[in-house]
């Protein structure tokens, strides 16, 4: 695997070695030790996956306090524009934000660090995205992040009429009102 450190404090992009031939292809997804030694003792507690279709909006979402989440984040299907957005006062990248287009066919992960607002929007027809964690949902901790924020200034790349949201994100809240 390789592993890249982006612009975002504690950011890394993993793309993993992915040896094909006429049956398909073989890429191991995960090894502890490699993700240890690259970005450090990271324990995940739970696999998630959600599927959605194109223009779904999904974020930007966090969990404060003890219960924030570090994740590691694919896509086994389609293709995804990923964005996190730190939201750690003391950071040096502090409100800034980074996108990356993850797919099936270039099988790159995100890895994004405790503290920081994640969220995708389905750039192909379905997409399936997978993600592990390394703390417990707390729902009583759970925040979003508007999408559309001008102090953070996503770039989704579609336009505003084909995105589709669910109550929740549409009812973000804007950066200044974070308290992380």
Request: proline content about 3%.
């Amino acid at each position: 695997m390789d592993f890249e450190k982006l612009s975002l404090e504690g950011a890394w992009l993993i793309t993993p070695k992915v040896f094909g031939d006429a049956r398909g292809y073989f890429m191991e997804s995960f090894k502890s030790e490699e993700f240890k030694r690259n970005v450090g003792d990271v324990v995940f507690v739970q696999d998630n996956e959600s599927m959605s279709t194109y223009g779904v909006l999904r974020g930007l979402h966090y969990q404060s306090g003890d219960a924030a989440q570090a994740k590691l984040v694919r896509v086994s299907r389609g293709k995804v524009l990923d964005v996190a957005v730190d939201i750690r006062r003391n950071s040096p990248t502090y409100g800034k934000h980074i996108a990356v287009e993850l797919s099936d066919e270039n099988h790159c992960q995100l890895f994004i660090p405790r503290g920081c607002a994640h969220g995708f929007v389905v750039l192909s027809e379905v997409a399936q995205f997978q993600y592990k964690v390394d703390n417990r949902y707390a729902p009583e901790c759970e925040h979003t992040l508007r999408y559309d924020d001008p102090a953070i200034g996503i770039d989704w790349k579609l336009p505003h009429s084909v995105l589709k949201f669910s109550e929740k994100d549409l009812r973000g809240i804007s950066f200044d009102e974070v308290s992380e």
